[in-house]
């Protein structure tokens, strides 16, 4: 089964239905370092994004393949995205802490790898919200343990993890290409080019230094 994760078609369809749905997180995406605004001013935040699957829900998807393109009844996916932070009041440490149904203690955080929640059942929550430019769209609100008798679902995708450092190298290329044109705007990404433009015009300028 490929790897590639395919959203590139998702403003096309319905909103994920509003309510509680078995998931399976199969998905954590290292964004960097992103830049956003907040009251006019300029915030520089590293993020990560968190994709879930949902067996009970799917749907035809279209799959290339060897160059041949056919259609497949998949789950659907839905992403949240949160701030890579597992401070005390961060969003991402709250939704840990709701999913495992209880806090954290100082040693697990000391060791904690979010790469241990891949392939993780949970119960997620989900709600339909308006963006600025009025489309609806789903949104999840919390993420908990399965409730005693519900049985995990077996996962349809493959894992997908990827770290920063990775570049555009490993599991990077296996992601979408809006997702890809995401990170690439990272501080990671971008001082990198600055740094690589850097040395190559220290290169063109022959100060007659000998190496």
Not at 167 to 178: I, Q
């Amino acid at each position: 089964m490929s790897l590639t994760i395919s959203e590139e078609t998702r403003s096309e369809r319905k909103p994920i239905e509003a309510g509680s749905h078995r998931a399976t997180l199969y998905s954590l995406v290292d964004l960097g370092t992103q830049r956003s605004e907040w009251e006019g001013k300029e915030k520089w935040q590293a993020k990560v994004r968190l994709t879930f699957e949902l067996p009970d829900l799917t749907d035809e998807f279209e799959v290339v393949e060897n160059g041949k393109t056919t259609k497949v009844e998949k789950p659907l996916v839905i992403s949240t995205e949160k701030t890579r932070s597992l401070g005390e009041k961060s969003s991402l440490r709250q939704l840990l802490e709701s999913w495992r149904g209880q806090a954290f203690t100082a040693a697990e955080l000391k060791n904690f790898s979010l790469k241990n929640l891949l392939g993780k059942p949970a119960l997620i929550n989900v709600v339909h919200k308006t963006s600025a430019a009025g489309r609806t769209y789903a949104a999840i609100t919390s993420v908990s343990k399965l409730p005693k008798g519900m049985k995990a679902a077996k996962a349809f995708n493959e894992p997908l993890y990827y770290e920063i450092e990775e570049g555009e190298s490993g599991a990077f290329t296996h992601l979408p290409a809006w997702l890809q044109d995401k990170i690439r705007a990272a501080k990671e990404f971008t001082q990198a080019k600055t740094s690589t433009a850097a040395v190559a015009n220290d290169e063109d300028d022959d100060n007659g230094v000998p190496f």
